[in-house]
């Protein structure tokens, strides 16, 4: 192919897209860009085989140079301790593969239901208990949601639908927009509801095109962020946000506790604030599902329930989140409360 031509494909992708093909996915890099001694990090390229590692520029941005401690890098640096096994960690611990009436589509709570519409995500999160999903063998993965569309139909009970993945928002707004449309036909569906961590890891992707599709439909929207520090919310990610707030889209946000990055009263109420600003609620603080690899994240139930009253005592009722647990076989997740 000729130069010029190679070109005019290439400015034809969105900057996001660009942004995104030149994701950082080699450790040594990372450790280069990030003035970082391959030292402090045994046994990387092990530990990224099982799952690659992957962060925009836009990310690494965020993380402070020099610093092997810092609480984003540590979010998605490949490390040993992933190598460990631990035989109460499984590769399917929420009970996700029980609850999906047709492929690619999860309906265990009243109401609503989550619909897979990627295996894709714009970052690698070292604790994801979608790390060993096995998004291949489901049609919705591979954008194919026909049969979800029908049993959603069929089934009139459903008022929200949650897009979920990987990250929806990595679809092309045409994708979306198709989406978008056949759950605006069905009569029972009201609310579309997106999870998504491209607002914090991506935000070049919340352009002005993608707005007005997402706001295109009858649907009430609701959008779930996933911050799990304040740092990751810099000047470009907060007027990502608002932006999405100014189009009448609800912005809510969950977490992960994690051990060394949030386990910390004072992290919390920080980053609480810092979503307040940004026009963006928190929602849930959720307990780390037992999925193998990431066990060294974890922090136990005592001290998770200590560090929310803590949290309670710091913050108005409406900048704490509510902390709960997924279990399989419930109805719900399940909120953890002091005894
Ligand atoms: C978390 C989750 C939901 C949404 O639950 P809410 O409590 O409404 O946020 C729905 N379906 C599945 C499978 C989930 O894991
Ligand atoms: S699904 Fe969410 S938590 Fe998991 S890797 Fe993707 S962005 Fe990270």
Redesign the pocket.
Known sequence: MPKSTLYQLNSLKADWQQQLSQAITDPLELLNLLDLDATDFPLIQQASESFQLKLPRAYVDKIEPGNPDDPLLKQVMATAAELDTDENYCADPVGDLQ?MPVPGL?H??HG?V?LITTGACAIHCRYCFRRHFPYSDNHSAKNQWQESITYIDQNTDVSEV?LSGGDPLILSDSKLQQLIDQLNSIDHVTTLRIHSRIPVTLPSRITDQLITTLTSSNLQICMVIHANHSNEIGDEEQTALRHLNQAGITLLNQSVLLRGVNDCSVILSNLSHRLFESKVLPYYLHMLDPVQGASHFRVNEKQAVKLLKDLRNKLPGYLVPCLVK?TAGEK??LPLFEL
Do not use: A
């Open positions: 609850s999860l265990k709570y609503r989550l949650i997924e719900s997740k």
